[in-house]
């Protein structure tokens, strides 16, 4: 089957950090992708992690652990403009290449 | 702004009716897959075209259809509409290339409401 948990909902403040996580059971794997999605807009791009570590972009950097089954997006330095919701997505290893999706993580950053 | 357009924007339908929703792809890529993203869900795949053939196919009825022209634009196709099929539809657009499918890229998407 597959699978991919994120938290439904998130709080954090102005400034601050935080972690969005993510964990998926699929039967192929070909990278996971992050994207951000503000309501009644479409999933823009964020991240990819096909290999195990760290990738950073600014304030926004995504870890993977393929072993684990496990990926993370930490926001640093938070904006309101940061409110919106994390979709976390699992490529498909078979010849489609289709996005996997978790339900998404609707993160509420107040002042 | 990713390239990709989709229209309409919004679309109102009865019940039982049909409906026609259509993409253009980003220059340059020769792949385009449809989601349907329900409220507060993420978004679920339907099928994917490349060069006009269906590439692969999600757990959708066959009322869900489409099709990819030449110049790579798209429609989806769904028929006997019933109240769930009320969702933003997303299209996403990529380039295929040595079996490998690159990033993909979406569309603002078309908010369909089923009444």
């Known amino acids: 089957g597959q699978n991919i948990d994120q938290p439904t909902e998130m709080t954090a403040t102005e400034g601050a950090i935080v972690q969005i996580n993510c964990t998926y059971q699929t039967s192929g794997f070909n990278g996971l992708f992050w994207y951000q999605q503000h309501a009644g807009e479409a999933p823009t791009f964020l991240s990819y992690n096909v290999l195990d570590g760290l990738e950073e972009k600014g304030r926004f950097s995504s870890f993977l652990s393929r072993s684990k089954g496990y990926s993370y997006l930490l926001l640093k330095e938070l904006q309101m403009k940061d409110s919106a919701s994390y979709l976390c997505?699992?490529?498909?290893?078979?010849?489609?290449?289709?996005?996997?999706f978790g339900q998404g993580t609707t993160l509420q950053v107040k002042p | 702004e990713t390239g990709v357009t989709q229209s309409p924007t919004h679309l109102i339908k009865t019940r039982g009716q049909q409906v026609t929703l259509r993409c253009s792809s980003q220059s340059g890529h020769n792949t385009v897959s449809w989601y349907q993203q329900a409220l507060g869900q993420g978004p679920q795949f339907i099928f994917q075209?490349?060069?006009?053939?269906?590439?692969g196919r999600g757990n959708f009825p066959p009322r869900f259809s489409g099709l990819q022209f030449p110049n790579y634009s798209s429609e989806l196709n769904v028929n006997a509409l019933e109240l769930d099929d009320s969702a933003l539809y997303l299209c996403?657009?990529?380039?295929?290339?040595?079996?490998?499918?690159?990033?993909?890229?979406f569309g603002p998407g078309t908010r369909l409401t089923v009444t």
């Open positions: 075209y490349y060069r006009e053939e269906e590439n």
């Open positions: 997505a699992v490529r498909d290893l078979r010849a489609t290449g289709k996005l996997i």
């Open positions: 996403a657009s990529s380039t295929r290339g040595s079996g490998i499918l690159y990033e993909q890229y």
